[in-house]
T-cell receptor
Framework: AQSVTQPDIHITVSEGASLELRCNYS??????LFWYVQSPGQGLQLLLK????DTLVQGIKGFEAEFKRSQSSFNLRKPSVHWSDAAEYFC????????????WGAGTKLIIKP | NAGVTQTPKFRILKIGQSMTLQCAQD?????MYWYRQDPGMGLKLIYY???????DKGEVPNGYNVSRSTTEDFPLRLELAAPSQTSVYFC?????????????FGPGTRLTVL
């Protein structure tokens, strides 16, 4: 069965420092990969997605993610975080045989230290 | 543009009561989804719809029902509330230009069943 693992439940980063959030998936073929962000009290918003092509994907708000097939990973990065980046981040995978379903990771809560 | 709206924001139900969670979108999206989000878990798909009059079960449909009589509205019905249905419920929608288009989420409904 497909699954998505986000190994870090919480991550604390100082404002201005770099950020990497980890995401690993299990799926045999090339997956469709997504990162969404959930700000406090709000719904989720798409940050970026990977379908094919260049394995380094740029998203909104200065985020990027790199697809590494050999490691089954799709890690999210940002070179310098801002206090407004404090939120929960979700990785998800869609598959061609899943009938429109996205399989979601459990999320990583990002805490920003001033 | 209101996007995806959900009502109510919060609700407390007693075991065995029923209620309808309302969801509406004004983006003329054909695809709509209902998810539940439990603490420490990723989102789970309850039901989805690919257009007015067409609905299908997701990963966790038991205890819920949906209908889609218009493009705009996609209500979720809980018939006999149980404590296991305590969760945060999100409605989302996406356009028809591609199967894995960005999903736009509502702000959520926090439901407690006592």
């Amino acid at each position: 069965a497909q699954s998505v693992t986000q190994p870090d439940i919480h991550i604390t980063v100082s404002e201005g420092a770099s950020l990497e959030l980890r995401c690993n998936y299990s799926y045999g073929a090339t997956p469709y990969l997504f990162w969404y962000v959930q700000s406090p009290g709000q719904g989720l918003q798409l940050l970026l997605k990977y379908f094919s092509g260049d394995t380094l994907v740029q998203g909104i708000k200065g985020f990027e993610a790199e697809f590494k097939r050999s490691q089954s990973s799709f890690n999210l990065r940002k070179p310098s975080v801002h206090w407004s980046d404090a939120a929960e981040y979700f990785c998800a995978v869609g598959a061609s045989d899943s009938n429109y379903q996205l399989i979601w990771g459990a999320g990583t809560k990002l805490i920003i230290k001033p | 543009n209101a996007g995806v709206t959900q009502t109510p924001k919060f609700r407390i139900l007693k075991i065995g009561q029923s209620m309808t969670l309302q969801c509406a979108q004004d983006m003329n999206h054909n695809y709509m989804y209902w998810y539940r989000q439990d603490p420490g878990m990723g989102l789970k798909l309850i039901y989805y719809s690919v257009g007015a009059g067409i609905t299908d079960k997701g990963e966790v449909p038991n205890g819920y029902n949906v209908s889609r009589s218009t493009t705009e509205d996609f209500p979720l019905r809980l018939e006999l509330a149980a404590p296991s249905q305590t969760s945060v419920y999100f409605c989302a929608s996406s356009s028809t230009s591609g199967r894995w288009d960005e999903q736009f989420f509502g702000p959520g409904t926090r439901l407690t069943v006592l």
